[in-house]
């Protein structure tokens, strides 16, 4: 007996996704850069969703799935678990229909991240840092809020809504070879290559993930879900397994899961900074990593790199004034 | 007996100058961010030339004055003295023009500068790191070589082609009520000042600079070129005093010279860095500084801000990957 093929998006959904958080998010730019292309020895384009609101592509998928909601279901409001970029995402576009956003945070999570929720109008809970505590406490909110669970990544509204990108993306691009993107719970990584495979069938996805969190290329070998490893690698947003929706989705639709090591990573991202002249977070820099430092064949192609976010910790950044100006 | 008036670019020259430079810069992108007009009470809207080639304007002026010269003039080269970024900015554009440019630097200069100078093509001569041995080094290199001197800032091609920032700006954003730009030696500011009050003569200009280099301020106070205080200010692109040139064309056009604090340029350099996900250099932070610590009577109105460059040593910025990696 056959176990039931799980949800997942089609294109069509992508395209309604698109239509309908299309006046909530930026339509965030592609930038390319001669240096870089020198580096490579191809054409890279960079999709900035470090530039989507709340500094990452997840906007998308959140604005997608709280629009999505019927006006009666929407009032009882969104739950997630999340101490990332998702937690900020879907607390933003909860308040911007107006409804409330319960999100379980472990309470280990950085003081700065709770306090940019909460900026965002969204109402935490703390729980203790496991998996089953988080899981654990969001069934209780939903239980006794009636609000509707919004997972980080494994939901189909999410997945269409991040699909988006890659819509814009070759809307912008339309002769993209290849399209790289990071993958640690492959939301986007499956809603890009839905969007793309539709758009443009010959058109090469890949997954990039840190050689020290390579869980997704261990479940394409296995054929199944591995889970992620303990942290260690400091692209920390890739740092979840795959779910039951994304699995078969990567399975089916991505060409390659490419790996990088932490210095490749550093490296990448010290590039973007000093090139680029923007700011990413570390999980941004696997694609350009992978793509400096694997061969993929893509040599003079045109090459697609979504920029996933650009929540960095500048308080390591930003250079002290003189010491002495107090002397002034 | 009046002294004659030193020469001043004048609109036509800056339209003429955007003409010329058109193929070889890029349109810059102006960017916006609902934070920051949150914090300040504007529609701030900011110009960002930290994404120019050479990530700064001054590639604007250099290459106006490259391509400004015939081509018996051009074969022999341009020279420079300069330890910042109008020494890779005109080694860049004469590498455009496949013409030598001869720079001196301070043998102080830091390697990474002198790299990057000749990473663009630029023959570097070093000097001692006083003025006077600066411009005797650059005297020299002309007589030697026959190449055109072109300084910094206190050149009208250079100011012309500086202009052209603010062409770009009001014509993306032509309701702008002010414009604020860092001021140093003077050369964006003339420029910008030239261009927009050509084009809305009710604009108000606006120079930005830090308290700690207050020279601007203090020279159009006394009437006179007051010469830059010793280096303390983390501003270190704005060190420098008006010049011949551009002190006229400031006291004439500007229409305020306003100061920040070193603690408030390290502020809104966060904050630049933190809510607009862009890499800029300190300097570049001081316009935004004054819009949030001075009251300039701008609430509510359309808000100019040039961003003039990114070169920041991003070495301080980028995160080591854990240190446990060693141990896999």
């Given at each position: 007996?056959?176990?039931?093929?799980?949800?997942?998006?089609?294109?069509?959904?992508?395209?309604?996704?698109?239509?309908?958080?299309?006046?909530?998010?930026?339509?965030?730019?592609?930038l390319?850069?001669?240096?870089?292309?020198?580096?490579?020895?191809?054409?890279?384009?960079f999709?900035c969703e470090n530039l989507?609101?709340?500094g990452a592509?997840?906007?998308?998928?959140?604005?997608?799935?709280?629009?999505?909601?019927?006006?009666?279901?929407?009032?009882?409001?969104?739950?997630?678990?999340?101490?990332?970029?998702?937690?900020?995402?879907?607390?933003?576009?909860?308040?911007?229909?107006?409804?409330?956003?319960?999100?379980?945070?472990?309470?280990?999570?950085?003081?700065?991240?709770?306090?940019?929720?909460?900026?965002?109008?969204?109402?935490?809970?703390?729980?203790?840092?496991?998996?089953?505590?988080?899981?654990?406490?969001?069934?209780?909110?939903?239980?006794?809020?009636?609000?509707?669970?919004?997972?980080?990544?494994?939901?189909?509204?999410?997945?269409?809504?991040?699909?988006?990108?890659?819509?814009?993306?070759?809307?912008?691009?339309?002769?993209?070879?290849?399209?790289?993107?990071p993958?640690?719970?492959?939301?986007?990584?499956?809603?890009?290559?839905?969007?793309?495979?539709?758009?443009?069938?010959?058109?090469?996805?890949?997954?990039?993930?840190?050689?020290?969190?390579?869980?997704?290329?261990?479940?394409?070998?296995?054929?199944?879900?591995?889970?992620?490893?303990?942290?260690?690698?400091?692209a920390?947003g890739?740092?979840?397994?795959?779910?039951?929706?994304?699995?078969?989705?990567?399975?089916?639709?991505?060409?390659?899961?490419?790996?990088?090591?932490?210095?490749?990573i550093?490296?990448a991202l010290r590039i973007i900074l000093?090139?680029m002249k923007i700011v990413i977070e570390p999980s941004s820099a696997v694609p350009l990593?992978?793509?400096?430092?694997?061969?993929?064949?893509?040599?003079?192609?045109?090459?697609?790199i979504i920029l996933t976010g650009g929540n960095l910790?500048v308080?390591?950044?930003?250079?002290?004034?003189?010491?002495?100006?107090?002397?002034?």
């Amino acid at each position: 007996m056959q176990a039931a093929t799980p949800e997942r998006p089609d294109f069509a959904a992508i395209r309604a996704a698109q239509d309908r958080i299309r006046p909530f998010i930026h339509r965030t730019p592609v930038l390319t850069s001669s240096a870089i292309n020198e580096m490579t020895g191809a054409n890279v384009f960079f999709k900035c969703e470090n530039l989507q609101k709340v500094g990452a592509f997840k906007f998308r998928g959140a604005c997608n799935a709280v629009f999505s909601l019927g006006d009666e279901e929407a009032a009882r409001g969104v739950v997630t678990h999340s101490s990332g970029n998702h937690a900020a995402a879907l607390a933003l576009a909860a308040k911007k229909r107006g409804i409330p956003a319960y999100i379980v945070m472990p309470r280990t999570a950085p003081a700065i991240k709770q306090i940019a929720v909460e900026g965002y109008g969204g109402r935490v809970t703390l729980c203790e840092p496991t998996q089953a505590a988080r899981e654990a406490a969001a069934a209780e909110l939903v239980q006794s809020t009636g609000a509707n669970l919004v997972h980080p990544y494994d939901d189909v509204r999410v997945i269409a809504g991040q699909g988006t990108a890659a819509l814009e993306f070759l809307d912008e691009v339309p002769d993209l070879d290849a399209i790289l993107t990071p993958v640690g719970g492959g939301g986007l990584l499956s809603g890009t290559a839905i969007a793309a495979k539709a758009l443009r069938p010959a058109i090469r996805v890949i997954g990039c993930e840190p050689a020290l969190a390579d869980d997704a290329a261990q479940s394409l070998r296995e054929g199944r879900i591995v889970p992620a490893r303990p942290p260690v690698t400091i692209a920390d947003g890739l740092l979840t397994s795959l779910g039951k929706i994304t699995f078969p989705i990567v399975r089916d639709l991505v060409d390659t899961i490419a790996l990088a090591e932490e210095t490749e990573i550093v490296s990448a991202l010290r590039i973007i900074l000093e090139r680029m002249k923007i700011v990413i977070e570390p999980s941004s820099a696997v694609p350009l990593a992978v793509l400096l430092s694997r061969p993929l064949g893509l040599t003079g192609r045109q090459v697609g790199i979504i920029l996933t976010g650009g929540n960095l910790d500048v308080s390591k950044i930003v250079p002290m004034p003189p010491s002495n100006q107090a002397t002034r």
